[in-house]
């Protein structure tokens, strides 16, 4: 099982799957955990009167979820929207941007499933994955240029890390490259 973040890339690689939570080989500190995960009251204005936990929205582009309200300011962006929706209304998300939000655990498994599913649909050879994986970080990195760019015009601190897109592109590559010159 690999991490949730490479986890597409490490299973292009030949892994069993992946983990997207606190598995074998994450370290978590299980009381802190579960502390920021409690469910808090709703403040009295925002018409919801049930409690709530921390929500998180899927970005495929990305390959991780982001909070709640990063995830809103970037599917808000016109720029990135476009790149960044689930385009799978029939059977995920059948109003957009509100289906990933709302629904956003149902979209999370969904969106990590088809991911697998369409690894699994190319041809088994290695280089061929590992290609697709390599032109993927790059499209990750030119969005994530605009989205850190986004997030900062909207005076959102988190920032997605481009230097793991572009370190991504580089292993990719040298893997492709690599596996190739041994079959020659």
């Known amino acids: 099982m690999a991490p949730g973040a490479n986890g597409l890339s490490l299973a292009a690689c030949g892994a069993a799957g992946y983990e997207t939570g606190a598995g074998q080989t994450e ?8 502390a920021t995960r409690r469910p808090q009251t709703s403040p009295p204005n925002d018409g919801d009167s049930g409690p709530r936990g921390s929500a998180y929205v899927y970005f495929s582009t990305f390959g991780r979820s982001l909070p709640r309200k990063v995830g809103a300011a970037l599917l808000a962006d016109p720029q990135l929207r476009g790149s960044l929706i689930c385009t799978d209304d029939t059977t995920c998300c059948p109003d957009g941007v509100t289906s990933m939000i709302t629904d956003w655990r149902e979209h999370a498994v969904r969106s990590r499933s088809r ?7 190319m041809p088994s050879s290695f280089t061929w994955r590992l290609n697709s994986i390599g032109r993927s970080a ?3 990195l030119a ?4 989205a850190n760019a986004a997030l900062r ?15 991504l592109v580089r292993v990719a590559d040298e893997l492709r490259t690599r596996s190739a010159e041994q079959v020659a």
């Not at 015009?153 to 370190?167: C, D, K, S, V, W």
């Open 27 to 34: 370290r978590c500190h299980y009381p802190a955990f579960t």
């Open 115 to 121: 991911e697998l599913h369409h690894l699994e649909q």
């Open 138 to 140: 790059e499209r990750s």
């Open 143 to 146: 969005d994530a240029r605009l």
């Open 153 to 167: 015009e909207a005076g959102i601190a988190q920032q997605l890390p481009e230097g793991t897109f572009r370190a």
